[in-house]
């Protein structure tokens, strides 16, 4: 939560999108369909609460549901950015298991974030993968192993900003990035996903 999370403006489109798919969807419903998952240490789901009933139905009427989406993301956007942290550290591919076994199979996940595990099986920081390649050959493989070629079958993960950090981080090489998204996108094809990277620079 350092910088405080914010829904990347991309991301927001397209949960926008996703609610005008669902037109005539009752809140409850909506919510339900969708899932955000914190890539802390532990991974873990950020509940969504509708208790205070700001969040809107999804009407049928075009200009209506727009208006609705957008108060909706205001809403989210609230939410997720007072969420204090449950753990330390950062563990995106088991954040991505996670948010997998949350949602619909074929789902799209959105992953927002650097990719900089410090934990887990894809560990940047101990295990020397951004300057090994048979480190990274290795991990893979033992992934794919683990968890089979099926698992992430008809998934597609999207990637916003993988390799990009922010302060206290110090920004990586560019070989250094490539190395990361190389190494994400070959684990994602090898447990069956479609791995999408969106490598614009972002900051935050």
């Not at 954040?95 to 992953?111: C, D, K, T, Y």
Request: proline share 4%; glycine share 8%; aromatic share 6%.
């Amino acid at each position: 939560n350092t910088p405080a999370v914010r829904l990347d403006p991309n991301i927001s489109d397209q949960l926008v999108e996703t609610m005008l798919l669902h037109k005539g969807a009752d809140v409850d419903e909506l919510l339900s369909g969708l899932v955000f998952v914190s890539a802390v240490g532990v991974p873990t789901v950020i509940p969504i609460s509708n208790d205070d009933e700001r969040f809107k139905d999804i009407g049928r009427n075009r200009l209506n549901a727009e208006r609705a989406a957008q108060k909706n993301i205001v809403q989210l956007q609230k939410q997720i950015s007072n969420v204090a942290p449950t753990d330390n550290g950062a563990d995106y591919f088991e954040a991505i298991l996670l948010a997998s076994q949350n949602v619909e199979p074929g789902s799209n996940l959105l992953v927002l974030g650097s990719g900089l595990s410090d934990t887990g099986e894809l560990n940047f920081a101990h295990n020397n993968l951004l300057m090994d390649e048979e480190e990274r050959s290795l991990a893979v493989e033992e992934i794919r192993e683990e968890y089979g070629a099926g698992y992430l079958r008809g998934f597609t993960v999207t990637f916003y900003g993988l390799g990009d950090t922010v302060a206290p981080q110090a920004p990586l090489e560019a070989k250094q990035k490539e190395v990361i998204r190389e190494t994400y996108s070959k684990v994602i094809s090898s447990l069956g996903g479609r791995p999408v990277l969106v490598s614009k620079t972002r900051t935050g």
